[in-house]
């Protein structure tokens, strides 16, 4: 189901910075373990980032020390915060939840293997 929704994607340069957003509007991500992905042209959807409901989080070799994920309960949205960012970044970046489940599974989860997701929003770091 999509039942999540990303914001924040755009353009920026190489060496610049987004922060994403992911939030539902009919129930509490604070209660899921929430997943970050990717899917650039031509290739496969990636995982990110992931936080789970008792905030361990985990990111991919490739945006780690890079990128961040966190999450304000009280706003119920999850935060991609991403700098230094490459052309390589660029994609259409999704979020999906599981209630349930440690970020080595989110992150090689395969689209059935979640229960929600986002529309996506996308990326391009382009000079």
């Known amino acids: 189901q999509t039942l999540l929704v990303e914001s924040g994607g755009g353009l920026v340069q190489p060496g610049g910075s987004l922060r994403l957003s992911c939030t539902a509007s009919a129930f509490r991500l604070d209660n899921y373990s929430i997943g970050w992905f990717r899917q650039a042209p031509g290739k496969e959807r990636e995982g990110v980032s992931c936080i789970t409901s008792i905030d361990s989080t985990k990111s991919a070799d490739s945006v780690k020390g890079r990128f961040t994920v966190s999450r304000d309960i009280a706003k119920n949205m999850v935060y991609l915060q991403m700098n230094s960012l490459e052309p390589e970044d660029t994609g259409i970046y999704y979020c999906?939840?599981?209630?349930?489940?440690?970020?080595?599974?989110?992150?090689?989860?395969?689209?059935?293997?979640?229960?929600?997701w986002g529309q996506g929003t996308q990326v391009t770091v382009s000079s």
């Open positions: 999906g939840a599981r209630m349930g489940g440690g970020c080595t599974r989110i992150l090689g989860a395969k689209t059935s293997d979640l229960e929600y």
